[in-house]
């Protein structure tokens, strides 16, 4: 015969004989079939429990020789190639078929539930004995060794509430039985261990009533009384209420029916089934806040795997419990897990009705009967149940209450938003801590001294844990005894989530049990999209990387957010958190081939920045590249949605030309840096004060593999670090890059790139548009001004006409310091206005207003060169850094009249714009303001 023990110490005992169980790990196994009370359990979700911190590659053969040393042990005269009977094993994992008296846990309950079933049909003594007997069982914690860990949990608490019960049960026995002495000795120990559970004080009051004491049993409901109001804030339960009031006026024969067997207070069995939150909990102040402000109905906690979603539901379950008198259950429903095996609701039933005291016998067979059950037993009561790690809406919904009256908590990876819609539930998001609640994490777990005296380090695991709490609790499991810089140290030289590994612990198994719940399609595209070198991405993005078309790859990427695999922080635009992403690069698929990924985004970013740039700004297109068929780019409309998506996009942008000014990709035929640089000049030169990163981009890309032999690449990159120089200020500088364009454009026979490139030198001869030129400079750049203006002009078509526009300004300067010439430089100034307003080139505009401003006020005509500043200034709109030269032009014109008043109004407003614009010519603004750029 086998006795398996596991109230206390697990013991196994072979015809009354103990026997060696094996080591820790086939201790272990014996004690999680156990603890599944006759149900399967899967091989993956056996071996997770058994090897937390990630299992060996031979893993499942270890499994098969612990299962293996168990049968031989369990049925001992099995023939050596006979079935199984007692471990049985299938296709879902393994079963262990004992009856219920072969296990002390099982024999337990059963005995306990007994005495309720039978009332009318046993004897006050008969039930004592069967009750003793149940209660004599017990040698401990149970599950010993093992009580600690997550799969034993919900057993142990569900035993130590089936030992409560029958305590409180052999009471009410002694009792009637008219042992006094004994049942008051063991409601007192009851009380005392548990003070604010009203059925052990019910019972002491009975017991000292029935010894002749009913002044001390008033005062023993008394003493309950005050215990609950000054912890809780409530009132008795109505049994003690009525004991008080039957003690207070004599009634004998409330004592006398009290005394007759079956008669208990109701309910006797209050669950208080919560786990124990952590100490070191003190976080989420906010969050706590925010579920306090709803404490009733339906809450549902969602966030990624890892944020702490259960610590929070835990700790606030124990804040409010008091606000639920009729106890607290809690249930893992395994909705992502080692097993990939959710719990099924009517076995989530089954453990809450007989932790509220249902006899096993008395609960139907089928889920839906079980749930009307349920919620027939929780009709009037107050309780507080936490469903933890939830899988989808379908799972919670057979678990709520029919009433009010209870409050759910429920927690999950996926947002779960069908409980919002169909079932009111209040959504509770959980994000990552922020830098200070990082620290003050750190500060709780390791002591201030520690995090304070090495801010860099602290910082530095801060920046690499990304506020995930559970990174951040692995890294400070890792710490015990170290200095938090070589921790630091470490956390630098490991790659990937190596660092995130303890004993027990693993953060890429945490994060794979929501991976592995995805469908292929959207398991590829989480793969893929990890790829992506930014910080964010849109849809059009995503769909070039996908393949697909914008309504698939929109419908998988709600499934990755759903699943808090990626973020969706603005609607439209995703990401991913740090860890997450190298958790993703690292994955890997027999049918992946991610070679394309990283051309993909490039392309998509390339094309749909020359699609930006070609709205507000004519750029002769470079050489065409053959479209990648998926590739879809975006398109623009107008000047403010184009700038728009590079303003959002320019992180992306800047994250993509560093992986294309890599080796493998700055030599490639592509000439994917070359090609940005040339896009993206005009948005980082004029646009946006990005001056440097473009001369920085050009001067890399004229590296590339044959760039320097061809004259169009050549001249163009020249051009791109001239024109950016001469916008620094730098036009000693930028001579050189301008005239080195000119010599390698004049062969090659284009006059647009010769013209651009004649108009750049003219520029930097000239010293600028924006101060009043000197003669002696006008007359050194009008050579190369004339030439280039005469080269737009044989262009023809919109694209001469316009460039002519940019040159236009500089003839004029020669005509103005010719004898009667002030008309005919007012003349190329009103022309050039023409040709930009005919085009709706508003930037343009804006620009020769600025320098027909300037020429006004070297005429000496003030107010038309106001005018003319006041109109740049809206033609700018809303690039801060343009407007800060038509303001100079404009104080400039108020301290010549005279006007200091308005000069101070104008100068404190540029000073405004100086404290947020990047502002390149610092020199300058020294000059003019008396103050630098911010």
């Not at 409601?187 to 019910?202: K, M, N």
């Not at 000292?208 to 809780?232: K, N, S, T, Y």
């Not at 945490?510 to 893929?528: I, M, N, Q, T």
């Not at 200034?873 to 407007?883: A, K, P, V, W």
Request: overall charge negative.
């Amino acid at each position: 015969m086998i006795e398996i023990r596991v109230l206390g110490p697990l013991q196994v005992l072979v015809d009354g004989v103990p026997v060696a169980v094996g080591g820790p790990r086939q201790r272990a196994l014996l004690a999680m079939l156990v603890a599944a009370r006759g149900r399967a359990v899967a091989v993956d979700r056996l071996v997770g429990q058994l090897w937390e911190s990630g299992p060996p590659p031979r893993a499942v053969s270890s499994l098969q020789a612990y299962v293996s040393r168990l049968r031989k042990l369990l049925e001992p005269r099995r023939a050596p190639r006979g079935a199984a009977s007692v471990l049985a094993g299938d296709a879902v994992g393994y079963t262990l078929n004992l009856p219920d008296s072969a296990v002390d846990a099982w024999c337990l309950e059963r005995e306990v539930h007994s005495v309720q079933e039978q009332a009318r049909e046993l004897t006050t003594a008969q039930a004592l004995e069967i009750l003793r007997r149940a209660l004599g069982r017990w040698r401990g914690e149970p599950y010993g060794e093992f009580a600690g860990r997550v799969w034993a949990q919900g057993e142990v608490t569900r035993l130590r509430e089936a030992r409560l019960v029958g305590r409180q049960r052999a009471i009410a026995c002694e009792l009637k039985l008219g042992y006094t002495e004994d049942g008051v000795r063991a409601a007192w120990e009851l009380a005392e261990a548990h003070p604010q559970r009203g059925v052990s004080w019910w019972l002491y009051a009975l017991g000292l009533w029935a010894a002749q004491r009913p002044g001390d049993a008033l005062e023993a409901l008394r003493r309950h009384r005050r215990v609950l109001a000054d912890e809780l804030g409530l009132d008795p339960e109505p049994a003690l209420t009525d004991l008080e009031q039957a003690l207070a006026g004599q009634r004998l024969d409330v004592l006398e029916r009290h005394l007759r067997f079956g008669e208990e207070p109701e309910p006797l069995v209050r669950p208080a089934q919560l786990p124990r939150t952590p100490a070191t909990f003190a976080a989420r102040e906010a969050e706590l806040a925010e579920l306090d402000r709803h404490p009733n109905g339906l809450t549902v906690i969602t966030g990624p795997g890892g944020v702490g979603k259960t610590t929070l539901a835990v700790r606030w379950a124990h804040r409010i419990a008091g606000r639920y008198p009729d106890g607290q259950l809690y249930a893992d429903l395994r909705g992502f897990g080692p097993d990939d095996a959710p719990s099924e609701p009517g076995e989530v039933l089954l453990s809450f009705l007989t932790a509220l005291g249902v006899p096993d016998q008395r609960v139907p067979p089928g889920a839906d009967e079980r749930t009307a059950m349920f919620r027939g037993v929780l009709a009037g009561r107050r309780m507080l149940l936490v469903l933890d790690n939830a899988h989808d809406a379908d799972q919670v919904r057979p678990l709520l209450p029919g009433t009010p009256g209870c409050a759910v908590v429920v927690t999950s990876r996926s947002r779960l938003d069908g409980l919002a819609v169909v079932d009111g539930a209040r959504p509770v998001p959980l994000d990552v801590f922020d830098d200070d609640e990082a620290h003050a994490y750190l500060r709780r777990r390791l002591g201030s001294a520690a995090v304070d005296e090495d801010p860099a380090a602290t910082a530095a695991i801060v920046d690499r844990c990304g506020g995930l709490p559970l990174a951040l609790a692995l890294v400070c499991a890792r710490a015990g005894g170290f200095s938090l810089a070589g921790v630091a140290g470490e956390l630098d030289g490991e790659e990937g989530l190596d660092a995130f590994a303890v004993a027990g612990h693993d953060l890429r198994t945490v994060f794979s049990w929501s991976y592995r719940r995805l469908p292929g399609d959207a398991a590829e595209l989480f793969r893929r999209l990890a790829r992506h070198p930014g910080p964010d991405f849109g849809l059009n993005a995503a769909v070039s990387v996908s393949g697909r078309s914008r309504s698939a790859t929109g419908l998988l990427l709600r499934l990755l957010r759903d699943a808090h695999l990626i973020d969706e922080p603005t609607p439209g635009r995703y990401g991913y958190h740090d860890l997450l992403r190298g958790y993703a690069r690292r994955l890997t698929d027999p049918g992946d081939d991610l070679s394309d990924v990283p051309h993909r985004l490039v392309e998509y970013f390339l094309r749909s920045a020359e699609n930006a740039a070609g709205v507000f700004y004519f750029v002769e297109p470079p050489p065409p590249l053959p479209e990648r068929p998926g590739v879809l780019p975006e398109e623009f409309t107008d000047h403010a949605a184009a700038v728009g998506w590079l303003d959002t996009e320019y992180p992306n942008l800047t994250a993509i030309t560093d992986l294309c000014a890599r080796p493998g990709w700055l030599d490639g035929p592509e000439r994917y840096l070359a090609r940005f640089a040339h896009t993206l000049a005009c948005y980082q030169q004029d646009l946006r004060p990005f001056q440097e990163e473009s001369i920085a981009m050009a001067r890399t890309a004229l590296t590339g593999a044959g760039i320097s032999a061809d004259p169009w690449w050549t001249g163009n990159l020249m051009f791109v670090i001239g024109r950016g120089l001469l916008l620094l200020n730098r036009r000693a500088e930028a001579r050189e890059p301008l005239a080195r364009m000119v010599e390698v454009m004049r062969p090659a026979g284009g006059p647009q790139q010769l013209a651009i490139g004649l108009t750049g030198l003219a520029i930097a001869v000239i010293d600028g548009l924006w101060d009043i030129p000197t003669r002696d400079r006008v007359e050194a750049a009008h050579p190369y001004a004339s030439e280039a203006l005469e080269n737009f002009r044989l262009m023809g078509g919109e694209g001469g006409e316009r460039a002519s526009a940019s040159v236009l300004p500089m003839i004029g300067w020669h005509h103005f310091y010719q004898p009667d010439g002030r008309e005919r430089a007012l003349g190329c100034f009103a022309e050039a206005l023409r040709i930009v307003r005919k085009w709706n080139d508003t930037f343009a505009e804006g620009n020769t207003l600025n320098s027909a401003g300037t020429l006004h006020r070297a005429i000496g005509d003030f107010p038309a060169a106001v005018a003319c500043f006041e109109a740049a200034l809206e033609c700018y709109h809303d690039i801060r850094e343009m407007h800060i030269d038509p303001l100079i032009g404009l104080y400039a014109c108020h301290l010549a009249t005279g006007d200091t008043a308005a000069a101070e109004q104008v100068r404190e407003r540029a000073l405004g714009l100086v404290e947020t614009a990047r502002y390149p010519d610092v020199d300058r603004l020294v000059k003019v303001f008396g103050v630098s750029a911010g």
